[in-house]
């Protein structure tokens, strides 16, 4: 929901503080008037180098959550096909009927997988932003600029080193998003998604290390 008097997206209530000032022209959301990929394109770039202005502008596009869903699916299928695709073709016994068969139900994966990790993330680092450093604006609001910055996911395919350039990317935008849409302090900002994403990239990398023993 939008208070009426100042403008501010709320989930509950709010506390209003009258009413809002107009917001700087190059910040207010310009509707495209349709399907516009280049301009959420150039967004998404504008959102992974840290621009606060591409970041509120995103945050109150309501087109900008479907299009970044498309990104992270785009982003998460190009990490199966460029991780798992060359093994299966290599099997001995694989026909074109199992490849196709294990490539439609390895993008159903990476999409669910993917999805439940953002969005998981996402909400806790929304919920701690509120709770423990008073914070402001909406889930929405932090999701819509964090998926069009999801592409940065694609750095995990890095030899080595990809799960901590992905931790390290996507605590920057996301640490970034918080200081922007929720109005956190830079500090403490940074410092939710940094712990987070560490800690659960850390446990990945120890998990798939293992698994290779």
């Known amino acids: 929901m939008q208070c009426p008097l100042c403008g501010i997206e709320y989930d509950l209530s709010h506390k209003c503080y009258g009413v809002a000032s107009a917001p700087a022209r190059e910040e207010a959301w310009s509707n495209t008037g349709g399907f516009a990929p280049g301009h959420y394109v150039r967004m998404s770039f504008e959102i992974a180098l840290l621009k606060g202005i591409a970041i509120r502008r995103a945050a109150c596009d309501p087109n900008a959550i479907a299009y970044g869903a498309v990104f992270c699916a785009i982003s998460a299928g190009t990490i199966f ?89 996507w605590s920057a935008i996301v640490g970034r998003v918080l200081e922007k849409v929720n109005r956190l302090p830079r500090l403490p900002a940074y410092l939710i998604p940094s712990v987070i994403n560490f800690l659960f990239f850390g446990l990945t990398y120890h998990v798939s290390k293992s698994g290779l023993r």
């Open 81 to 169: 096909l460029m991780s798992a695709l060359p093994s299966m073709l290599r099997r001995p016994a694989a026909s074109l009927e199992t490849i196709a068969l294990g490539i439609l139900l390895g993008f159903i994966f990476s999409w669910v997988y993917l999805g439940l990790i953002v969005v998981g993330q996402l909400s806790l680092c929304h919920i701690l932003a509120k709770v423990v450093f008073d914070g402001k604006g909406t889930l929405l609001g932090v999701m819509r600029p964090s998926l069009l910055a999801g592409f940065v996911s694609c750095l995990v395919l890095i030899p080595d080193l990809g799960v901590f350039a992905v931790a390290a990317a």
